[in-house]
């Protein structure tokens, strides 16, 4: 019954001889309420838009040569030798060695550089360990000598920081993916891994000539690397 109401309802409005005046029809514009067309058609410059004031009648403009983002600060230290020992002997990491900071690099390197350095930074990563030697591996943080000069675990905060920023033979530059603050936190994590490499082999007392017992030894160092790594997940 009620659906058949409902029918009868909308069956009347379609009654044929039934007129609708011609200025309701909504498609026909008929009256504009406002003084001027601007109201509708504004003349202002849209965002991204043309503009015919200039030569290459774009409305956005490019920033002053020279220009600097808010909160970006300008790397002054060219990509070549010269700007690498430069920032080598100037910079300073204005980051503490914090746990949140600690967190926060260790989580950077698991995700742009373990792949390649390796968990414990021997450079023995996945991508280098499955290359079938097309890769060579990074040299090691811990026992390995910077293509740069000097051993690793001395390398300058500075010379970390051009590396990750402009990258350094096989190794890509990180700077688009990783921000300033990111690089000199996954260098706290960088710093953290040489000296946990270093107590390793300190308290293991490896040495080149007692290679008699070398077995022990690296099941020493292996005992070791486990306590530490429970050490850090309960630090976490
Ligand atoms: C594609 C593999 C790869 C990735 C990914 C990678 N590296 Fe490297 N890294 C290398 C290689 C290879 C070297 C050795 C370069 C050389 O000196 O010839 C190196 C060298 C370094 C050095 C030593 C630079 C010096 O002055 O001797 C540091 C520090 C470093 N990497 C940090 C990082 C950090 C931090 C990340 C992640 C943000 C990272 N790397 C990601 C391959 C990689």
Redesign the pocket.
Known sequence: MIFTGVVLILGSCAIPDRKYSEELKHDIPVHQFTGDLDMYKSPSIETYGENANYNNNMGSRHPVAGTIPRGFMPYMYPNTNEGYMMAGDSLRNPYSNTPENLAKGAD??TK??L???GTTGAGDGP?ITNSNGK??P??SYIDGV???GGD?KD?PVG??FH??TYG?????S?ASQ?TAEERWK??LH?QALINQGQRASAESGTDESETANEEETSAAVEAEAEEEQTETEENE
Request: net charge positive; aromatic share 10%.
């Open positions: 950077i390197y742009f550089c792949h390649c350095h991508v890769f060579p990074p040299t910077s293509s740069g690793m390398l010379k970390m590396t990750i350094r033979n096989m190794m890509g990180h990783i996954v260098i960088i």
